[in-house]
């Protein structure tokens, strides 16, 4: 007689382990499709960020050159946080400070520069007291 108790107990916990195993495949099959979905919209996300972030910078670029200087020293601010946010577009932007002000062919003589080319100036020097 024990050993049709100790039989059913066996085959009692062997089911109980086998609906537990299904159960919990069942369950992984539902959320695997909306663990794939998280991670598609993720990819989503920073892909509309990072398309957001370059039209910042362009837009940026072009203002660099605009006759009023509120519009310039907002493009150079701009640069500066998308430099800051974004450490890969970080070289590009500091590339491009450096070669506006070595294109630019700004002489001011004795005069002190305007406050956008000031600006430029001290992001750069930001970054080289950053890498040293």
């Given at each position: 007689m024990d050993i049709w108790v100790a039989l059913s107990e066996l085959l009692r916990n062997?089911?109980?382990?086998?609906?537990?195993?299904?159960g919990s495949l069942l369950a992984w099959r539902q959320l695997s499709p909306a663990s794939s979905q998280a991670r598609a919209a993720n990819t989503q996300a920073a892909l509309a960020r990072r398309s957001?972030?370059?039209?910042?910078?362009?837009?940026?670029?072009?203002?660099?050159?605009?006759?009023?200087l509120e519009v310039r020293l907002?493009?150079?601010?701009?640069?500066?946080?998308?430099?800051?946010?974004?450490?890969?577009?970080?070289?590009?932007?500091?590339?491009?400070?450096?070669?506006?002000?070595?294109?630019?062919?700004?002489?001011?003589?004795d005069d002190e520069p305007p406050v956008d080319i000031r600006e430029i100036i001290r992001t750069l020097q930001a970054r080289i007291g950053e890498a040293a």
């Open positions: 062997l089911a109980l382990g086998g609906a537990a195993l299904v957001h972030v370059t039209e910042l910078f362009v837009r940026a670029v072009g203002q660099l050159r605009d006759p009023n907002s493009a150079v601010y701009v640069l500066r946080e998308v430099a800051k946010d974004f450490p890969d577009l970080s070289d590009p932007v500091f590339e491009l400070l450096q070669a506006y002000l070595r294109e630019g062919g700004f002489a001011y003589g």
